[in-house]
C-alpha cells in the first residue's frame, strides 16, 4: 500500500524543472528561473515526508528501507549522467576542467557537492560556465536533509507534540540563518543546506497537517478555497520568477514567494481548476516525470554545447533544450524506469549500486590523477596551468590590526613599505618579495590589501560589507611612523560601474563609510557623474593627508585588462572548426583598452599632480604602441587571467614598480 497518487504535483515538479531549464536557456528573460529548485525542495519535503508518515502510521517504517528506497531513486540515474559527463568532458575540456570535474563526481557521489563548490567558490575559482555538475549542489542540499531527518523522525514521531515542536525549530532557526547570511555571507547561504532546510520542513509540514492533523484544515475545505489557494500559489510563482534575480539577497526573505506559492498550490489539492485542468494534463504530468533526469542533464549540456561553439542565441539554447530532454526521456526509460521495477530483491540491488558507484568513484579518481582530456598537449596545458597560478600571500606573515588581517615580511623594525588595494595590489608582491631579497636590511614590505575591495572612498562593493571598514583601518595603518612609502593599486576599472554603490552624503570622512546600514546609496559610479567627482576628491584628500603626515606616496594605474589576455581564453574551442583547438595570441589592442580607461586614467594622473604623489602607468610598461600582448617574446604568460598579471612575469618583468623600493626613495628621519 501507498498514499494516494497525486498527478498534480507532478504537474508542479514540470514548473519546476522547466523555470530553471528556461533560466540556464534564456538567463536575460527568466531572471528568476532559478526559483525552481525551491520549488523542488518543498515537493520534496511533502512527497518524502507524506511516505514517512503514511508508513508510520500502519507501523512499517524503517529508516535502511528508506534509504534503498531513496538510492534506488537517486543513484542509477545520478551515475548514468556523471559516466556521461565524464566521457564527453574527455573529449571537450582542458586539463584543469577535467581534473576538477573528476573531483565534482566524487563530490555527487557522496552527496556533498554543495560543500565542496562553496569552498571553491573564490576570486579566482573556474566560472560557473566550466563546471558541467554545478547544478547538483541541489541534490547534495536535498539528501544532507534525508539523511538526518528520518532519524529523528523514527525517534520522536509518535511524541506528537515533540515532532510538532522540533520541526517548528528546525524552520524556525533554518529560515531566519537563511535571512541574517543572504545578507551577510551570500555565497554560504546559497550552498549551505543549514540555510535551506527549512523549505523542506515547509514541505514536510503540509504533509503532517494533510495527513495526520486534517481537522485543522476543514474550516478551510471546499471548491472555493481550493481554487482560491491554488490562484494564490500560481500569483506567488509568477511573481518570484518576475522580481527574483541573481542580485537579490537569496535565499531569505525573497525565497518565501517560490516556497509558500508551492506549498499552497499543493494545499490546494488536486480537486482545484488549476491543479486538474492544468497541471494535472497529460503533458505536465509526463514532464514531471522525466523532471529528475531533465535535471541532471540540463546542465551538462548546456555548459559543453557552449564550450563547443553552440551560440547562445534562441536557436543553439532551443537546440540545447531538445538535446536535454532527448537524454531525459532516454534516461527514464532506459534506466529509471527498468530499475525501479526490477523484480530483482534488496540484496542484488545494493549490490549492484554499491558495485556502480565505486566502478563511478574510480573514474573520478582517474580523471584526478591519471588520466587527462584529448585536447592535452604541452603548449595547451601551459596556457591552462598559468591560469591558476597565483602567489600572494606568499611568506608573508600575518599582521593583526584592529581586528583585520594585514601581512608583512620583512625585519619589522626597519621602515616599511605599505601596499593599500586590492588584489591588483596583491599580484605585485612576487616583485615586493624579490627586491626585498636584494635589499634585505633597507625595508619591509606591508600589504593591506582584500580582494574585491575597493581603495577609494565612498564606494562598497554590495557583496562586500567589509570593505569600507578595512579600507578604512587600511589607511590609518598608512599614517603610522613606521610606514614610509605608500603605494595604492587597484583594478580601478572595476569599480566605476552597476555592481557598486557610495553614500550619498558628501563628507569626505573615511569614517563616513564605515557603517553601511545607516548611508543611503546611490546605484552606480558613473564617470562624470556628480558621484564620481566626489570619489575623486576624496581620494585626493586622502593622498594629501598622507604626504602632509610625511609619506611617499605612488599612486598605480590599472593594467591593461582584457579576456584575449586570460591564457584560458586564448585558447578557443570549436566543434565546427577544421580544428577543435586553436590559440588567439592578439592580445588587446591599446586603442580600444584606452577608450574605456582614458577618463578614470587622466583622472588618476591628476590626482598625483595636484597632491605631488608619484603616478605608476603600467600601461605604458605592458603595451607597445598599438597592442598590450598576453604573451612575451619567448612564449611565456604575461597575465594569470584577464585582469591580473601572473606571478611569474611579475617577480621577473615589472620594473615600473622598481622605484618604489630605491633606498633613496624612503624618507629619513
Request: proline content about 4%.
Amino acid at each position: 500500500m501507498s498514499e494516494k497518487y497525486r498527478a498534480d504535483v507532478d504537474g508542479l515538479r514540470a514548473f519546476a524543472v522547466s523555470s530553471v531549464v528556461l533560466f540556464h536557456a534564456f538567463p536575460n528573460h527568466f531572471t528568476g528561473g532559478f526559483i525552481g529548485v525551491d520549488i523542488f525542495f518543498v515537493i520534496s519535503g511533502f512527497l518524502i515526508s507524506r511516505i514517512m508518515i503514511f508508513q508510520s502510521k500502519l507501523d512499517c517504517f524503517s529508516v535502511l528501507d528508506f534509504y534503498f528506497r531513496r538510492s534506488k531513486r537517486i543513484l542509477p540515474a545520478l551515475m548514468f549522467v556523471l559516466v556521461g559527463t565524464a566521457v564527453i568532458g574527455w573529449f571537450v575540456l582542458l586539463l584543469d576542467e577535467f581534473r576538477q570535474l573528476g573531483k565534482h563526481i566524487l563530490a555527487a557521489l557522496g552527496f556533498v557537492s554543495n560543500l565542496v563548490l562553496w569552498r571553491e567558490v573564490g576570486y579566482f575559482d573556474n566560472r560557473a560556465e566550466l563546471k558541467p555538475l554545478l547544478h547538483l549542489w541541489s541534490l547534495g542540499v536535498e539528501e544532507q536533509f534525508y539523511l538526518f531527518y528520518p532519524l529523528f523522525f523514527i525517534l520522536i514521531w509518535k511524541k506528537q507534540k515533540l515532532f510538532v515542536y522540533f520541526n517548528l525549530s528546525v524552520f524556525v532557526l533554518s529560515f531566519l540563518l537563511s535571512i541574517l547570511w543572504s545578507e551577510n555571507r551570500p555565497t554560504a547561504a546559497f550552498f549551505l543546506p543549514l540555510t535551506r532546510f527549512w523549505e523542506l520542513m515547509l514541505g514536510s509540514a503540509l504533509a503532517y497537517f494533510t495527513s495526520v492533523r486534517p481537522d485543522l484544515l476543514n474550516l478551510l475545505r471546499g471548491r472555493v478555497y481550493s481554487d482560491l489557494f491554488s490562484a494564490c500559489g500560481v500569483s506567488l510563482l509568477i511573481a518570484g520568477l518576475i522580481l527574483i534575480d541573481k542580485n537579490r539577497q537569496f535565499p531569505g526573505f525573497w525565497a518565501v514567494l517560490p516556497t509558500l506559492g508551492t506549498a499552497l498550490i499543493i494545499l490546494g489539492g488536486e480537486s482545484s481548476l488549476l491543479n486538474s485542468k492544468v497541471l494535472s494534463t497529460k503533458w505536465f504530468v509526463y514532464l514531471g516525470l522525466i523532471s529528475y533526469p531533465l535535471y541532471l542533464w540540463h546542465w551538462p549540456v548546456f555548459v559543453f554545447g557552449r564550450l563547443v561553439g553552440i551560440s547562445a542565441s534562441d536557436a543553439g539554447s532551443a537546440m540545447l533544450i531538445f538535446f536535454s530532454i532527448v537524454l531525459a526521456v532516454c534516461t527514464y526509460h532506459a534506466i529509471e524506469i527498468p530499475i525501479r521495477r526490477s523484480p530483482k530483491g534488496a540484496r542484488f540491488m545494493i549490490s549492484l549500486l554499491v558495485s556502480l558507484m565505486f566502478f563511478v568513484a574510480m573514474i573520478g579518481l582517474a580523471m584526478i590523477v591519471m588520466v587527462g582530456p584529448l585536447h592535452s598537449s604541452a603548449s595547451i596545458d601551459r596556457l591552462v596551468t598559468a591560469a591558476g597560478e597565483w602567489e600572494y600571500p606568499g611568506r608573508l606573515r600575518v599582521l593583526h590590526f584592529k581586528g583585520h588581517s594585514l601581512y608583512q615580511q620583512g625585519d619589522a623594525q626597519l621602515r616599511s613599505i605599505l601596499f593599500i588595494g586590492d588584489s591588483n595590489a596583491e599580484q605585485y608582491y612576487p616583485r615586493a618579495e624579490l627586491k626585498l631579497q636584494e635589499n634585505p636590511l633597507s625595508f619591509n614590505i606591508v600589504f593591506a590589501t582584500k580582494g574585491g575591495c575597493p581603495p577609494i572612498p565612498f564606494v562598497i562593493e554590495r557583496s562586500r560589507t567589509d570593505c569600507a571598514q578595512f579600507v578604512k583601518n587600511a589607511l590609518e595603518y598608512a599614517e603610522r611612523a613606521e610606514v614610509e612609502v605608500v603605494v595604492i593599486a587597484a583594478q580601478w576599472l572595476g569599480y566605476f560601474g552597476g555592481k557598486h554603490r557610495i553614500p550619498i552624503n558628501h563628507s569626505n570622512s573615511p569614517e563616513s563609510i564605515s557603517n553601511e546600514r545607516s548611508a543611503k546609496f546611490s546605484d552606480s559610479v558613473f564617470i562624470a557623474s556628480p558621484e564620481y567627482s566626489h570619489v575623486i576628491k576624496g581620494m585626493q584628500d586622502i593622498i594629501l593627508r598622507l604626504i602632509s603626515l610625511g609619506k611617499v606616496v605612488y599612486l598605480v594605474g590599472n593594467i591593461p585588462i582584457g579576456d584575449a589576455l586570460d591564457p584560458k581564453l586564448m585558447i578557443r574551442r570549436n566543434i565546427f572548426s577544421e580544428h577543435y583547438i586553436s590559440l588567439n595570441t592578439e592580445g588587446v589592442a591599446v586603442h580600444d583598452f584606452m577608450s574605456t580607461y582614458s577618463v578614470v586614467d587622466f583622472d588618476l594622473r591628476s590626482i598625483a599632480a595636484n597632491t605631488g604623489a608619484h603616478f605608476v602607468s603600467p600601461t605604458e610598461f605592458l603595451c607597445d604602441q598599438f597592442r598590450c600582448p598576453g604573451l612575451t617574446p619567448d612564449g611565456s604568460v604575461v597575465y594569470m587571467n584577464s585582469a591580473h598579471l601572473h606571478p611569474k612575469f611579475v617577480r621577473a618583468h615589472v620594473f615600473y614598480l622598481d622605484d618604489v623600493f630605491r633606498p633613496q626613495r624612503i624618507a629619513s628621519d
